[in-house]
Nanobody
Framework: VQLQASGGGLVQPGGSLRLSCAVSRPAGTAYDVAWFRQPPGKEREFVAVLPWRGDRKGYADSVKGRFTVSRNSAKDTVWLQMNSLKPEDTAVYYC?????????????????WGQGTQVTVSS
């Protein structure tokens, strides 16, 4: 499984961005995808998760109601729509995937990672 994140950039507070994660996988491989972020000088943290079945999306409390995770029907692209952005959302954002049944909220369970995309929220 290979992932490539894109869509980061500089945005003013209150603005929006949509991150994309392109997923390449062997045919028939089911996977859960999560977004994590690493603010400057801080540890990487969970942002959102989209399980393979798509029925139990999850979000960090800090982004709930502002961010939405979704994917296309081919299940090869996952998006993170970020609205009402705040300066504290500034971070490098990573998409990650796992193909087993380990818990989806634990970062160490994700074996496959994209390269990260920088999001800067500043006026």
């Amino acid at each position: 499984v290979q992932l490539q994140a894109s869509g980061g950039g500089l945005v003013q507070p209150g603005g929006s961005l949509r991150l994309s994660c392109a997923v390449s996988r062997p045919a028939g491989t089911a996977y859960d995808v999560a977004w994590f972020r690493q603010p400057p000088g801080k540890e990487r943290e969970f942002v959102a998760v989209l399980p393979w079945r798509g029925d139990r999306k999850g979000y960090a409390d800090s982004v709930k109601g502002r961010f939405t995770v979704s994917r296309n029907s081919a299940k090869d692209t996952v998006w993170l729509q970020m609205n009402s952005l705040k300066p504290e959302d500034t971070a490098v954002y990573y998409c990650a995937a796992k193909t087993d049944r380990a818990p989806v909220y634990t970062m160490s369970n994700y074996a496959y990672w994209g390269q990260g995309t920088q999001v800067t929220v500043s006026s």
